[in-house]
């Protein structure tokens, strides 16, 4: 049974480009989380989804970043007009409807 | 503001003894606490939960207490094991989703 997949895993964007991160759940989960991490800090919540549903966003910067989960595909995880503050390693998440959250590899982003 | 803190950034133990990793919450409406582990270049693991009803949960080598009124909760490794080095995450959440995590504690464990 595959884990949480994310790609690509590592993501070099010249400032002012998008970046886009997947992420494809465990088999048999239906939420999706994302949570970024800074340097030397913890991963700090951004969204959670449900399939063609936005739960909670209260984590997303109210610009520049979306999130959506669609019925087929993965879950993607968009910037748009990237700057050198969004450099990070971005980490999915799923679980079942109750339970514990498993994480993905993660996506290092880094901006130049 | 940070709701979760690991003031202790790293730690090193000798193999075979207790490894003890220490976490602080100042919210107390948080329910749900979790450890995860995670090694360089992979994501966070599962390690082991409690919820608010409980002071303590074991697993295996690991236990994790929960001191509500300290609002304060420790994981305990024993014996340590050099595959145990690591860095370890608390997270609290309110709920069951909103994972709130601390910066995190480098183990190291000594052969």
């Known amino acids: 049974n595959a884990g949480v997949m994310q790609n690509p895993r590592h993501l070099v964007r010249r400032r002012g480009q998008e970046a886009r991160l997947r992420c494809s759940p465990m088999k048999g989960h239906s939420h999706v989380y994302w949570y970024r991490q800074l340097p030397e800090e913890g991963l700090k919540f951004m969204v959670y989804?449900?399939?063609?549903?936005?739960?909670?966003e209260s984590g997303m910067p109210k610009e520049r970043f979306s999130a959506e989960f669609p019925k087929e595909g993965p879950s993607i995880l968009r910037i748009q007009q990237v700057v050198r503050g969004d450099s990070a390693a971005y980490f999915c998440a799923s679980s079942p409807l109750t339970g514990e959250q498993y994480f993905g590899p993660g996506t290092r982003l880094t901006v130049t | 503001d940070q709701q979760v803190k690991q003031n202790s950034p790293s730690l090193s133990v000798q193999e075979g003894r207790i490894s003890i990793l220490n976490c602080d919450y100042t919210n107390s409406m948080f329910d749900y606490f979790l450890w995860y582990k995670k090694y360089p270049a992979e994501g966070p693991t599962f390690l082991i939960s409690i919820s608010s009803i409980k002071d303590k949960n074991e697993d295996g080598r690991f236990t994790v207490f929960l001191n509500k009124s300290a609002k304060h909760l420790s994981l305990h490794i024993v014996p340590s094991q050099p595959g145990d080095s690591a860095v370890y995450f608390c997270?609290?959440?309110?709920?069951?989703?909103?994972?709130?995590f601390g910066t995190g504690t480098r183990l190291k464990v000594l052969a």
């Open positions: 989804l449900q399939k063609e549903n936005i739960i909670d």
């Open positions: 997270a609290a959440s309110r709920g069951t989703y909103k994972y709130i």
